[in-house]
């Protein structure tokens, strides 16, 4: 089953901006919009952004996704300690049927 | 508060079953759409299946590494998700997480994850 294109890690230091990248295609990310999932090891995914690109309540206005196409970014800003985590993003692909995730990008704040 | 209570995972042998559960709570459960998400160890997220709501007559999809060996189905009235699974093979190894998704301007997205329970398949 094909899934989104993640970088797999990504590295930048405290207080700085990191940009996290998501590429699908026209039947998922271009046309479905992607959402945002954080987790810290050992425990369930948080979702961080809609695929409107909304913050759910209680989601730091630090956190802020986009849409260019058919690739997806979220930037978060400030970065902090506990910002370090897995980040993954999804969408609903319309040709298969079926939700489809990247495969992770692990952010390191230095 | 919306909670979701997984149950049912254990150790199980090649080609086994086994049927996970998932109890709601904190919400009206016959409203969403719930899944399955699953995460190998060491590994990234992987979609199982979901259940849509009543309104969409809780029609289900899955993944092609699981259609024909995975069963999703729920229970409004006992506010319970079901996975059975069979034929398992040692690649479903992985915690399976519950989880249940916000209507979000038309679109169904992954909102609140119960911690999981993990599924060992081997011999």
């Known amino acids: 089953q094909a899934g989104l294109t993640q970088p797999p890690s990504v590295s930048k230091g405290l207080r700085q901006t990191a940009t996290l990248t998501c590429t699908g295609n026209s039947n998922n990310v271009g046309n479905q919009g992607a959402a945002w999932l954080q987790q810290h090891q050992g425990h369930p995914p948080k979702l961080l952004s809609y695929r409107n690109n909304n913050r759910p309540s209680g989601i730091s206005e630090r956190f802020s996704a986009s849409r260019s196409g058919n690739t997806a970014s979220l930037t978060i800003t400030g970065l902090q300690p506990e910002d370090e985590a897995d980040y993954y993003c999804?969408?609903?692909?319309?040709?298969?049927?079926?939700?489809?995730f990247g495969g992770g990008t692990k952010l390191t704040v230095l | 508060e919306v909670q979701l209570v997984e149950s049912g995972g254990g150790l199980v042998q090649p080609g086994g079953s086994l049927r996970l559960s998932c109890v709601a709570s904190g919400f009206t459960f016959s409203d969403h759409y719930m899944d399955w998400v699953r995460q190998a160890p060491g590994k990234g997220l992987e979609w199982v299946g979901r259940s849509r709501n009543k309104a969409k007559s809780y029609t289900t999809e899955y993944a092609a590494s699981v259609k024909g060996r995975f069963t999703i189905s729920r229970d409004d009235s006992k506010n319970s998700l079901y996975l059975q699974m069979s034929s398992l093979k040692i690649e479903d190894t992985a915690v399976y997480y519950c989880?249940?998704?916000?209507?979000?301007?038309?679109?169904?997205?992954?909102?609140?994850w119960g911690q999981g329970t993990l599924v060992t398949v081997s011999s």
């Open positions: 989880a249940r998704l916000e209507d979000n301007s038309g679109q169904w997205d992954l909102q609140h």
């Open positions: 999804s969408s609903w692909d319309s040709s298969l049927s079926a939700v489809v």
